[in-house]
């Protein structure tokens, strides 16, 4: 079974940047891959996709502009880059692998038909 790590999270001061990444312990061929992030008592919110074989990207609207989602399929590895990082960007930041033939990226934002998880890292951003 194929683990995703995530590492780079972090505390930082409004408007700073962190670098998140996803690493997979092996191949494991999924259609998409996504970071997700989830505050107590909130659903799981999907924040940026990635479609891993023609590299279209999506994200939620709060992100826009200053979160760049990327791979590195050499290194199997998924990034997040977040920058101008705001107090309601604290979060526990996760990613997913998984999606099938013909996901749309709605669906791929909403987080549903993905197989593989990562545990975590935490966000913190503070004002």
């Known amino acids: 079974q194929v683990q995703l790590r995530e590492s780079g999270g972090g505390s930082v001061q409004a408007g700073g940047s962190l670098r998140l990444s996803c690493t997979a312990s092996?191949?494991?061929?999924?259609?998409?891959m996504g970071w997700f992030r989830q505050t107590p008592g909130k659903e799981r919110e999907g924040v940026a996709t990635?479609?891993?074989?023609?590299?279209?990207?999506y994200y939620t609207d709060s992100v826009k502009g200053r979160f760049t989602i990327s791979q590195n399929n050499a290194e199997n590895t998924l990034y997040l880059q977040m920058n101008s990082l705001k107090p309601e960007d604290t979060a526990m930041y996760y990613c997913?692998?998984?999606?099938?033939?013909?996901?749309?990226?709605?669906?791929?934002?909403?987080?549903?038909?993905?197989?593989?998880w990562g545990q975590g890292t935490q966000v913190t951003v503070s004002s």
């Open positions: 092996g191949y494991h061929g999924s259609y998409v």
């Open positions: 990635i479609f891993t074989g023609g590299g279209s990207t």
């Open positions: 997913g692998a998984g999606g099938w033939r013909g996901m749309t990226a709605t669906q791929a934002l909403g987080g549903s038909g993905y197989n593989l």
